[in-house]
């Protein structure tokens, strides 16, 4: 068999490993943070996060021990370093589960912002399942045929993968800052929440989509390579915590909505028992001292 350059296949994956460990210990401190805070929130915003942190965590093992396989058990072994696993298979699927539900949170989002328009919201979703569909079918490709080498013959199918998600990435981000910006009033208060929820929606949405556009450049520069793979490793612990921020952001939003609510023009309010905003489509009430949130998503109304 051909030598197998080391550095840009599987030494690119043990240092995507690492960065996947670092951005999975931040998920585990973001979901802590979360249930933690919203105790309160609905049952299907509770299993979205235990769903998406699973298939983080399941990924995370499955890549750990796809290289644990090709660097440890087969040490010496250059003709293993052709096979491909099952784990090693698994990974694109498992990511692109978790990227398409938190994707559709923030599709929802656009959905509400948009009111309701579902055409456009349609049209992104469809590109959030191509995404999918491109890594369901490179899985059974590489599952096929058992050898890594496939994956240089799918050079379009990664390359289409990639190209979509950043696409769709960087539109769901433009939209919500569109809409957002449209929400704002006269009221400062109302001002000072939405300007936080679009600095949040930019970084977000940035984060992702560039580490995206890095997966799309590795490809194209470095093909037979495993470079974009290792990117790919952080993607989709980018898009998990890129949701939990946005959930937990609503911590950070009740103290500004309450601060806004006992100052008017310089003067403070004595007593307000209860300050009723808007996050998204639903009621959040800053009512002290339970705090009940009823509500979790991206416009504001004060």
Known sequence: MALVNMHDTYGSLLVGTFFAIFFQGILFVQAYVYYENFPNDSWYLKSLVAIVWSLDLADLVVICQSVYHYLVSNWGNPAALAVSTEPFDLHLVLVGAATILCQGFFLHRVYILSRRNWFLTGILSLGCLGTMAFAIWITVQTS????????????NERMAMFSIGAGVDLIIAMLLVYYLSRERTTFESTNLVLNKIIHYTVATGLATSLLAI??????????KSFVYLAIHYSLGR????????????????????KKSANTWSGQTIPSVNAAPAFVGSQAVTVDDPLEKTKGSWATSRV
Do not use: D, Q
């Open 238 to 257: 980018m898009y998990t915590n890129a949701l939990l921020a946005t959930l937990n952001l609503r911590r950070n939003l009740r103290s500004t909505i």
């Open 144 to 155: 096929r045929n058992k050898n890594v080498s496939v994956f240089a013959t799918l050079g």
């Open 214 to 223: 890095a997966a799309v450049a590795a490809n194209v520069i470095k093909p």
